[in-house]
Nanobody
């Protein structure tokens, strides 16, 4: 069993930056593919970014490409999401997810474990 705990969310003005962290329990974090997804009020959960177990492969949603960066530190069992040039439409609860197959994926069905999420609110 893997537990994922997100942190780093908050309230920020449009144009600002935040860094989200997702800390994972367990010894096998370095073998998992990791993803970030978000869900805004009244909307379905959507893909944001993903990274393979080695960090060699990353994917981004078109809406965040060039503004968000996903990275991981396997020694710290942590995956990060650096967010810059934030927009009000980025407001959502951000969840991290872990997939035991190890590759990066845009599809939430490829992920086996999910965190509870952290709220990001961007004011205009």
């Amino acid at each position: 069993q893997v537990q994922l705990v997100e942190s780093g969310g908050g309230l920020v003005q449009a144009g600002g930056s935040l860094r989200l962290s997702c800390a994972a329990s367990g010894r096998t974090f370095s073998t998992y593919g990791m993803g970030w997804f978000r869900q805004a009020p009244g909307k379905e959960r959507e893909f944001v970014a993903a990274i393979s177990w080695s960090g060699s492969t990353t994917y981004y949603a078109d809406a965040v490409k060039g503004r968000f960066t996903i990275s991981r530190d396997n020694a710290k069992n942590t995956v990060y999401l650096e967010m810059s040039s934030l927009k009000p439409e980025d407001t959502a609860v951000y969840h991290c997810a872990a997939g035991v197959k190890g590759y990066a994926s845009r599809w939430e069905g490829e992920y086996d474990y999910w965190g509870q999420g952290t709220q990001v609110t961007v004011s205009s």
